[in-house]
């Protein structure tokens, strides 16, 4: 039904694949206690990676053993139409990232077009084109038009039930390393859809147990651990590589490649913040074909005493704090069956916001759909003072007062008032021509109506400089919500919004904890918004978005001839919009 692998790894599935050569055994970690939590985690579910096990090597064997089918019967139809659906979103906002230009993405794209595969190679392709490139290239530039609108699935690292609540942030920026392993090996629709599952499943659950960010380093390093794994297990499939070599990648990513938060700093701007996921995945793919062609990299790398888990989380101290091989700071569990894997915890974002926005947002539609009357006046002057109270780190993020003159896109989309007060702006010209319907459970209706889109972050005067939004944001004003809301989340996006109308009576919405979008959400009709959200991302992207969305529909069933082509739209262009 499963299996657990043991603390030592002296059992494990036989690995049909050929083996590297062994190295000198390592001395016994320290006596290492189980929490109470994981006493009970079954092994039809799930495989658990002790702390005081090899889980460079665990990751590397489940990755492998989940792909060929070996664990259990696999993840639930649930499960993989989520994975589809994250998928597809991602797609729609990359193509549109491309087709308007952005900086970052088109530059990355023209390097991938420089290297092409060669004369024995598939190759991968980025997005819109049919030319065979090197796969770290493809999915480098793939990786980064995706990220650039920060407006595809996110996750928080929450899972209270294993006592696993590091809440470390993360996104579904890399399908694109599944799919281009599986375009280079003629692999089918199932693999890569499986594959995507899998590696939501490695880096969701790494967020859950290790704070990068408490660190101050950049949180895609979970997904660049992911990503090595990965791709290393689609080609052991194929017999290429074994674990032993996965495992080797791992440590080389972790040991050479740590991307510190000094991309997204203050007030600083550039590319390398939207990046930063595609440049880590790029490189955790060349250190994997790297340990394919021999190279040793570090070992055992969680248990390491230097690499960055156990130097910012020691195990042991005193004399024995550099001991070697002393438990890693935290037990790892990744599902293999069932419908409890990391990606059902995962979020959508309804639009083109910073996700803990989204709670504000849904206390602004809930109020404006209970009192209408507050967009009687299409220069928001019925509207005389808007409070939105917040958890850190929210407040810290996105509600400080630097974020309340934003210049550029990148800026305005991490501001909660430029995004509150944009959604209100929408909100007060359409009621100007016809009253706003707000119908659905979570007033689906507005959510679609009010969608924020890529244009909405023009740096210009219909957008980041319009006067009406500008006069908005001076009457928004933000508060901590104190302990209270700091001890909701990760588990939800705990948010309050109050509207002072021009009579000086006071509208509040109440704590928000689930908005549409959250995993946790049971009232909106996810899969409505989401299609207005693909069709308002691709109209922009390409002629017809609902062919797009039928050619990345139905993963499991395409062929591999399917999945090489996957990718393949014709891009429309629009250059002046940055």
Known sequence: QGI???????????????????????????????????????????????ADSNQALGIANYAIDFLSGKLGPGPAASVLERTERFHTDAVFCGLSALALKTNAPTILRNEALEYPAGPNELGARVFGSDQPCKSEKAILANCAAVREWDSNGTNFGYNPD?????????????????????????????????????????????????????????????????????????????????????????????????????????????DSKGASAAISTEVAVLSMKRSMRGFLGPRDIFRNPEAIFRFFEPT?????????????????????????????????????????????????????????DLLSDPSGGNIKAIEIAAYEPAFGIIGNPAKMDPRTRQSADHSMAYIVATALRKALEHAAKQPLDTSGDAHDAAWKSLMLSPYDYKPDESAIFNSTTRALMQKIHFVHGGAEYDARYPEGIPTSIKITAADNTTHDSGLVMFPAGHARNT?????????????????????????ALAQLSNLADKSPEQIRDLYLFNLLEHPDFE
Not at 204 to 232: C, N
Not at 319 to 332: G, N, Q, Y
């Open 162 to 270: 294993l006592g696993h609540t590091a809440g470390e942030f993360g996104h579904n920026d890399f399908y694109a390393v599944a799919v281009a392993a599986c375009q280079e090996l003629n692999l089918d629709g199932r693999t890569a859809l499986l594959a995507m599952v899998c590696h939501d499943e490695i880096r969701g659950r790494l967020a859950e147990v290790f704070s990068l960010k408490t660190y101050k380093i950049d949180h895609v390093v979970h997904g660049a651990i992911a990503s090595a794994a990965v791709y290393g297990a689609l080609f052991a499939l194929a017999g290429k590589t074994t674990a032993e070599q996965i495992e080797s990648a791992i440590g080389m990513t972790v040991a050479h490649y740590i991307p510190w938060r000094a991309i997204r700093a203050g007030k600083q701007l550039s």
């Open 4 to 50: 657990a692998y043991t603390a030592d790894f002296s059992f494990y599935f036989p690995s049909p694949f050929p083996q590297t050569p062994t190295r000198s055994p390592r001395r016994d970690p320290p006596e290492y206690a189980m929490p109470a939590t994981l006493s009970s985690v079954s092994t039809a579910q799930f495989v658990h990676l002790p």
């Open 523 to 547: 009232t909106a009709d996810l899969d409505d918004i989401l299609a207005h959200k693909f069709r308002l991302l691709g109209r922009i992207a390409v002629k017809d978005p609902d062919a």
């Open 316 to 372: 042991t101290e005193g004399a024995k704090r550099w001991t070697e091989l002393a438990p890693a700071p935290f037990d790892l569990v990744l599902a293999h069956s069932g419908d409890d894997f990391a990606v059902m915890g995962m979020h959508f974002k309804l639009g083109l916001y910073e996700h803990q926005s989204a709670g504000a947002l849904q206390g602004l539609i809930d109020l404006i759909a209970e009192q209408p």
